[in-house]
């Protein structure tokens, strides 16, 4: 039997699957489920039970939450990056290191063909199959979801009369969650006016006192949680797991997809958006005008591209070379509050805090010009547009 590695969740679309792969293209199916830190210990053997359980001949765990940050959060983080002003990415940044990990294991075993369970209306299929190509242009893609048009109810059926009965209910929603957040689909974001309600979301409020926290920032890297450093990584990990508590982060997002349609997810991302929002306001204390102008330009392009699955595109190196050295003083504490559902950013402390120059406090006090070389500024300002209305002056 010739092999494909399987792209695998454990949910329905990839349960299917393997399934299909095994039954009906008669395909040795090997499950790789790669963890960009949606899946904990608990979560990983009971994914792995599910494809034996399925009929995989072999499964394996691949664990790259530290090259996932080091490749691509950091760089969302000094970008700033909300594509639409709204979304952290959650989901689709993280789709070219599962697709690269998983060409990486198709490799190592050997294996014909690969497959992964997007359908052929979103946007994973043009992150996966595109990595895949240019990675592996050798290894055949198959598609089962895709290429048969099925629904999810389709699947349904499909499963349940190859004697697979899990309690499918559970499948009304389409949840994907990863360190950076987790998106949520269903039948309400096929609509236009629909809100998800509150039980399609994974976390759910727990706490309702607020409680104050400090996040504290190194050239642009969180490194700290209430005077605690550790690793980015763990301490995105120990914000989301006080964060969600308040049930932070829930929003919908609608963008336009690769393929040209509008999409619509929702999605709940409390780390990362307090994470963004505080590094965000730390850089407005510490960078130039012209250094925030134009790294909001190139952090709107840089998330642009990574949202489309051009991650090797030689441009998103040099962008990543530009914000890693727009970070040099990004340092100091963020503090914030969480509450019930939303989050304030109080303000920052650094040593490189440009309100505290000295020149003036905005306002109030200037010391460093005089009222009449302030009306001389003012004066010579205005000078294009006065010459402009002189010349033009119906317009």
């Known amino acids: 039997m010739k092999k494909v590695v399987l792209a695998f969740s454990g949910g329905l679309d990839t349960s299917f699957c393997v399934k299909y792969l095994k ?34 001949s072999s499964h394996v765990n691949k664990n790259i939450l530290s090259e996932y940050y080091n490749k691509a959060i950091k760089f969302m983080v000094f970008g700033n990056i909300l594509k639409n002003n709204t979304y952290p990415l959650s989901v689709s940044a993280e789709r070219v290191f599962q697709a690269i990990e998983v060409i990486n294991y198709a490799k190592e075993i050997g294996a014909k063909y690969i497959a ?6 979103g946007n994973d299929q043009v992150r996966f199959d595109g990595i895949f190509q240019i990675l592996a242009p050798e290894i055949e893609i198959i598609t089962p979801i895709r290429d048969l048009k099925l629904s999810r109810q389709a699947e349904i059926e ?10 499918w209910e559970q499948a009304k929603y389409s949840i994907n969650k990863g360190i950076w957040g987790t998106s949520v ?10 809100s998800l309600p509150e039980n399609a979301y994974p976390s759910q409020l727990e706490k309702t006192e607020p409680i104050n926290v400090k996040l504290h920032f190194e050239k642009g890297e969180f490194v700290g949680l209430n005077g605690v ?9 120990m914000l989301e797991a006080l964060a969600s508590k308040y049930a932070i982060g829930r929003d919908i997002h609608v963008g336009d997809t690769i393929i040209g349609i509008k999409g619509r997810v929702g999605f709940e991302a409390a780390a990362a958006l307090i994470i963004i929002k ?3 306001t730390l850089e407005k204390h510490v960078l130039s005008k012209w250094q925030q102008y134009w790294k909001e330009q190139l952090g709107n392009w840089y998330g642009m591209l990574l949202h489309e699955g051009q991650y090797f595109d030689p441009v998103m190196r040099n962008i990543e070379a530009f914000l890693t050295d727009s970070q040099k003083t990004v340092t100091g504490e963020v503090l914030v509050t969480l509450k019930p559902y939303h989050f304030n950013v109080n303000g920052i402390t650094s040593k490189h805090d440009l309100m505290k120059s000295g020149f003036g406090a905005y306002g109030e006090t200037n010391k460093a010009w005089t009222a009449d070389e302030a009306k001389g500024f003012i004066k010579i300002l205005g000078n294009a547009n006065k010459i402009y209305h002189h010349i033009n002056p119906e317009l």
């Open 23 to 56: 039954n009906d293209l008669n395909l040795q199916v090997h499950s790789c489920l790669v963890n960009t830190g949606g899946f904990n210990e608990e979560d990983l053997k009971s994914v792995a039970k599910k494809a034996y359980d399925l009929g995989v």
């Open 116 to 121: 992964h369970g997007s359908t052929g209306a």
């Open 158 to 167: 499909y499963l349940k009369n190859a004697g697979v009965d899990y309690p």
């Open 185 to 194: 689909g269903g039948v309400e974001t096929l609509t236009s006016d629909k």
């Open 229 to 237: 450093f550790d690793n980015p990584v763990t301490n995105i990990l």
């Open 278 to 280: 505080s590094h965000h």
